[in-house]
């Protein structure tokens, strides 16, 4: 009898080791759907400096059938991507990276306007953001595209469960997580600076907690392109499902319309000129440690990651996405009329 198939995820690193940290709740949300129905699901990074050569023995480990997941664009030529595919292993590279335009694949170093490789080496793209499934899938060249943004993660704060009394309450913080230098960011941070703090030295879950842990923490989300057209920028579920699991409060430059869809209830969404008004009510906002908790508890059971994750599948723009073995809840749909909209024939799939 042959041996049930065997889940891999595997992500490249950057030469501070930041990438481990930055996918940790992609990784444990593949590993928990993987998990489900395999008989062992196995996660590792490359080192920063290696290259195809590295890869190579593992890669003949893997058995037919089994499951091979590379999460990001970094070393992600380095896989043996051709051989895996001969040996009958299921590909399925995890996009981590907002798409302005096309289709990011590997051996891709940033999106093609111009045909994809061909033959795919890939058979499935997982994404985290709708708005990038939209843009890939008008593609007529288009690979099968799921949604699986990162859920809920244990152990990164006090999941918005305020802290027994101890004297008088601490007061709320606004921060911005990340390098408020990168790209348009610069701009759009000058109307906020005087009211949120900019954190760019967090790299670990342990450092991670503590920072929440000082308070009602109010995180502020502005998208890389920030001063592109709002409603269609993609919406950083990374950043929404490490702050949402650590107890935060998370408002949000306006972002695509699906996306804001999937986090309803959970993220407040504003243009870029109205987050300093919303940033100032919410501060002021009594007892908003019940409103950080109300919604960490609403977000655990939305995004929990064995449990709810069904993709979102969009058909080839020539006819119905072809279905492969794929992760257990990332279900392959099919439309019968490819002719509408992009819009109307992304679907929420389940059993």
């Known amino acids: 009898m042959a041996a049930s198939p065997a889940c891999h995820i595997w992500h490249g690193e950057r030469p501070d080791g930041r990438l481990g940290f930055m996918y940790a709740l992609i990784v444990a949300t593949l590993r928990a759907s993987c998990a489900t129905s395999v008989r062992s699901v196995r996660s590792q990074s490359l080192a920063h400096a290696a ?77 985290y953001s709708l708005a990038n499934i939209e843009t890939c899938a008008a593609r007529a060249d288009a690979p099968p595209l799921r949604h699986l943004p990162p859920g809920w993660g244990e152990g990164w704060g006090e999941g918005g469960m305020p802290p027994p009394p101890r004297g008088a309450a601490r007061a709320a913080q606004a921060l911005f997580l990340g390098d408020v230098r990168l790209e348009e960011r610069a701009a759009c941070f000058a109307g906020l600076r005087a009211l949120v703090r900019p954190v760019n030295d967090v790299w670990n879950r342990t450092a991670f907690a503590a920072l929440f842990s000082r308070g009602v923490t109010v995180v502020v989300n502005v998208h890389k392109r920030c001063l592109q057209e709002e409603r269609t920028q993609p919406f950083e579920a990374v950043r929404a499902a490490q702050v949402l699991s650590a107890g935060g409060i998370l408002v949000s430059q306006r972002a695509h319309p699906r996306d804001e869809a999937a986090y309803a209830g959970l993220v407040d969404f504003h243009p870029l000129a109205q987050l300093p008004r919303a940033i100032e009510q919410l501060l002021a906002t009594p007892h908003l440690s019940r409103l950080a908790a109300s919604r960490a508890r609403e977000f655990a059971l939305r995004f929990a990651p064995a449990a709810s994750f069904h993709a979102a599948a969009v058909p080839r723009a020539g006819g119905a996405a072809a279905c492969t073995r794929t992760l257990p809840h990332a279900v392959c749909c099919r439309h019968p009329d490819a002719r509408p909209p992009v819009s109307q024939r992304i679907m929420q799939c389940r059993r």
């Open 51 to 127: 290259n195809a050569s590295a890869l190579l023995p593992a890669a003949l480990a893997l058995r037919r059938g089994d499951l091979f997941v590379w999460v990001g664009p970094k070393q992600h030529a380095a896989p043996p991507w051709a051989l895996l595919r001969a040996r009958g292993v299921v590909r399925l590279y995890y996009n981590t990276e907002p798409l302005p335009y096309g289709c990011l694949v590997p051996p891709l170093r940033r999106p093609l306007r111009r045909a994809l490789p061909s033959p795919p080496l890939v058979d499935e793209v997982l994404d």
